[in-house]
């Protein structure tokens, strides 16, 4: 049975998908942009757009009772590519080692005209 993540600690979907969804222990969590969850806005720096999105993180694992340690593959885009160390110095940060699978991608554009938007699979 699919159980559907509402937590209140993370920006409210802004269209046509929940924030995640559960089935069998594993977590597939929606694209998360870097909204502020309690005024939906978003800050143009795009460092401060990482932060964002990785506290809004937090926020989907504790609404779910799991943590970071949970997290085993996340999904990177960008809108360029020469912010990848920015990413990569913020995984060093939010991560312990081992680091979860990773992917990275450059998009022609992203909803809300941000620069990043991370996705996260995690298993309870």
């Known amino acids: 049975m699919k159980n559907f993540v509402n937590a209140a600690k993370a920006p409210a979907a802004v269209g046509t998908y929940s924030q995640g969804v559960e089935l069998n222990g594993v977590y597939y969590f929606s694209g998360m942009l870097p909204l502020d969850p309690s005024t939906m806005e978003v800050k ?53 080692k081992p680091y979860p699978a990773r992917s990275c991608v450059q998009v022609a554009a992203l909803p809300r005209g941000v620069n990043v938007e991370i996705e996260v699979i995690a298993h309870k």
């Open 44 to 96: 143009t720096d795009v460092q401060e757009q990482i932060d964002q999105i990785l506290s809004n993180i937090d926020g989907l694992l504790e609404g779910c009772n799991i943590t970071r340690k949970n997290i085993i593959k996340t999904t990177v885009f960008l809108t360029d590519l020469k912010d990848f160390g920015m990413i990569n110095a913020a995984y060093e940060k939010y991560f312990e």
